[in-house]
Nanobody
Framework: QVQLVESGGGLVQPGGSLTLSCVSP????????MGWYRQAPGKQREFVAA???????NYTDSVKGRFTCSRDFAKNAVTLQMNSLRPEDTAVYYC????????WGQGTQVTVSS
């Protein structure tokens, strides 16, 4: 059974930084992709960033240059470093891992507000 355990998130002022972390305990799965999605109130869940098994990193346009997604293949973990945060980044952030199916973390709230 795939489990994804998230940590991080919280309240930050505009322009601030936060780091989200996600790990799959046991490290038994070679995920094709690990990354992050987010869902703001009243909106659909959207892709944020991910790292493929080959090491390619993809970002949605709105976070390019501000967010950095990195993956630790040995630990089956993925991190999202978020800088220059904006109010529109406010959302519940979900860790995602893909191996045949999609697997999700429980979600962590990120609120950007003064």
């Amino acid at each position: 059974q795939v489990q994804l355990v998230e940590s991080g998130g919280g309240l930050v002022q505009p322009g601030g930084s936060l780091t989200l972390s996600c790990v799959s305990p046991g490290g038994r799965f070679n995920f094709y992709s690990m990354g992050w999605y987010r869902q703001a109130p009243g909106k659909q869940r959207e892709f944020v960033a991910a790292v493929t098994f080959g090491g390619r990193t993809n970002y949605t346009d709105s976070v390019k240059g501000r967010f950095t997604c990195s993956r630790d293949f040995a630990k089956n973990a993925v991190t999202l470093q978020m800088n220059s945060l904006r109010p529109e980044d406010t959302a519940v952030y979900y860790c995602n891992a893909q191996i045949i199916n999609d697997y999700w973390g429980q979600g962590t709230q990120v609120t950007v507000s003064s």
